[in-house]
Nanobody
């Protein structure tokens, strides 16, 4: 079955950096668009961006553009989210998900379990 496992979360000071990883199994990774999503306490999910399988092109939401970078390695079935200049408002549970925006927002069928990122002095 589809499994997505996030790792790399932790606590970091404002201005710091973290790199999250997502390891996929149970499906042909290279054939699927892959997204990153986050959810802060008391808030709804926020889609961060996608890497498109066909083109390899990445689109990052304007809210984090310039600070967050998405990449994937089809040979390793992994996807990464590199986050720089982190702010306290970036504190959230971060998920990787199989699919593009329309396929993952509102549906949690193919989300991982999430990894916590806390940005605090």
């Amino acid at each position: 079955q589809v499994q997505l496992v996030e790792s790399g979360g932790g606590m970091v000071q404002p201005g710091g950096s973290l790199k999250l990883s997502c390891t996929a199994s149970g499906f042909t990774f290279s054939e699927y668009d892959m997204s990153w999503i986050r959810q802060a306490p008391g808030k709804g999910p926020e889609w961060l961006g996608v890497n498109y399988a066909n083109s390899g092109r990445t689109v990052v939401d304007i809210a984090v553009k310039g600070r967050f970078t998405i990449s994937r390695d089809n040979s390793e079935n992994t996807m990464s989210l590199e986050m720089n200049n982190l702010k306290p408002e970036d504190t959230a549970l971060y998920y990787c998900a199989r699919g593009s925006f329309a396929e993952v927002i509102g549906r949690r069928d193919y989300w991982g379990q999430g990894t916590q990122v806390t940005v605090s002095p």
